[in-house]
Each structure stands twice: as structure tokens, then as C-alpha cells.
């Protein structure tokens, strides 16, 4: 069983709709949980970073953990074209050393 | 402020040779980090150098290797190229605390035929 599960979809939803990507993990150590979103042939750009359990908001993202279930989740708000990218989970102990999900795509249709 | 710079950004290499790849981080960012991403395996955490040294390393054979300079520039080394080494390999770097985000480069893609 891998550490972070994540499904790889791929995900396609009309644009404006409201997309949720989630991961669970298994690891009860991770302190500290990230977002990140690539574009084909780029590198991965971090949306969101949490350290706690609970909501954080940027904008049209909400990142949300819940350490007691092990699952955490981004939710985009009126999700664009140009949201259309792989979002990868990533949590880590302390260092930073870096787990990942296996990373979910993400179609948002115009 | 420039961001991670890898070199070069495309290698194609045959089976038994050996590759190094480089990694300048962020100006003032000390720690360097080395990651392979496959279709297959996804991101996977290869190691960390901070202040020259390989802070922490992940489940990779001995072939894979790096350093890092005075500069906090890295370098990672691939001996003896195996087909399944084909990847993306791309550097994060950060300011060294350990708390910190970790900032990617756009990767080098490398293709062993």
C-alpha cells in the first residue's frame, strides 16, 4: 500500500463547476500538506501549503485537512480552462523530504 | 527574484552510460532537493543537500548520486543507465530550515534508449 493515495482520474467537469481532488494517506507522522498543480513539460507550481487541520482559502482555492480521517482536499471554485492540469498532494514529517500522490488530472471542458 | 534553473532540459542517453544533471536554486535558498517523476511511480524524493552535504536520502540505488557546491548549486549523477531511468528529473529548492516551501525547476527530461 502506497504512503499517499491519490486517484489519477482523469477528472472532466463544464467550465465553472466546483472540482474536488482528495487524498488520503496512511502515514499518522505527515505534519505538513501541499498542493501542487503542473502543466504538461513543467515543473510543479505549489497552490497551497497547511499545517494544521481545518480550511485555508487563497482566492478561488480551499485547502482543507483532516488529520483524524487522514484525508485531505482541494476544492477550486469556478474552475477555468486554464485550471485544466495535473494536481499532485504532497505531505512530508519534518525535513523536506517529500511524498507525493500519484497526482489527479484534471479536464475543466469550455 | 529568478526562479530554479535546471541544465539542460532535454538528454538523450544509451544504456551504460553515465548523465549529470544541474540544479542553480533560488538566490538565498541553501537546500537543493532531487526528485524522478515516471508515469509508472510518480514524484518520487531521490535526496536533499544543504550546505554541501546529503541531508537526506530516499530508496534509490547507489548509481544515483549528487553534490553540491559553495554556491548551493547541485549536481546529480546517474552511472550506468538503465532504459528504466527515463524520467523527468526535476531540483526543488529551499531555504534550508526544514519548515520551508520547496520551489521546482522545470526539470531536465532524460530519455535512455
Known amino acids: 500500500q502506497k504512503e499517499v493515495e491519490q486517484d489519477p482520474g482523469p477528472l472532466s467537469v463544464p467550465e465553472g463547476a466546483i472540482v474536488s481532488l482528495n487524498c488520503t494517506y496512511s502515514?499518522?507522522?505527515?505534519?505538513?500538506f501541499m498542493w501542487y498543480r503542473q502543466y504538461s513539460r513543467k515543473g510543479p507550481e505549489l497552490l497551497m501549503y497547511?499545517?494544521?487541520?481545518g480550511n485555508k482559502e487563497d482566492g478561488r482555492f480551499t485547502a482543507q485537512v483532516d488529520k483524524s480521517s487522514k484525508y485531505i482536499s482541494l476544492f477550486i471554485r469556478d474552475s477555468q480552462p486554464s485550471d485544466s492540469a495535473t494536481y499532485l498532494c504532497?505531505?512530508?514529517?519534518?525535513?523536506?523530504?517529500?511524498?507525493f500522490g500519484a497526482g489527479t488530472i484534471l479536464r475543466v471542458k469550455s | 527574484k529568478a526562479g530554479v534553473t535546471q541544465t539542460p532540459r532535454y538528454l538523450i542517453k544509451t544504456r551504460g552510460q553515465q548523465v549529470t544533471l544541474s540544479c542553480s536554486p533560488i538566490?538565498?535558498?541553501?537546500?537543493v532537493s532531487w526528485y524522478q517523476q515516471t508515469p509508472g511511480q510518480g514524484l518520487q524524493f531521490l535526496f536533499e543537500?544543504?550546505?554541501?552535504?546529503?541531508?537526506n536520502k530516499g530508496n534509490f540505488p547507489g548509481r544515483f548520486s549528487g553534490r553540491q557546491f559553495s554556491n548551493s548549486r547541485s549536481e546529480m549523477n546517474v552511472s550506468t543507465l538503465e532504459l528504466g531511468d527515463s524520467a523527468l528529473y526535476l531540483c526543488?529548492?529551499?531555504?534550508?530550515?526544514?519548515?520551508?516551501?520547496?520551489?521546482f525547476g522545470p526539470g531536465t527530461r532524460l530519455l535512455v534508449l
Open positions: 526543488a529548492s529551499s531555504l534550508g530550515g526544514g519548515e520551508e516551501t520547496q520551489y
Open positions: 502515514n499518522s507522522a505527515f505534519q505538513y
Open positions: 497547511t499545517y494544521s487541520s
Open positions: 504532497a505531505m512530508r514529517e519534518y525535513g523536506n523530504k517529500l511524498v
Open positions: 538566490s538565498g535558498h541553501r537546500s
Open positions: 543537500y544543504f550546505s554541501e552535504t546529503q541531508r
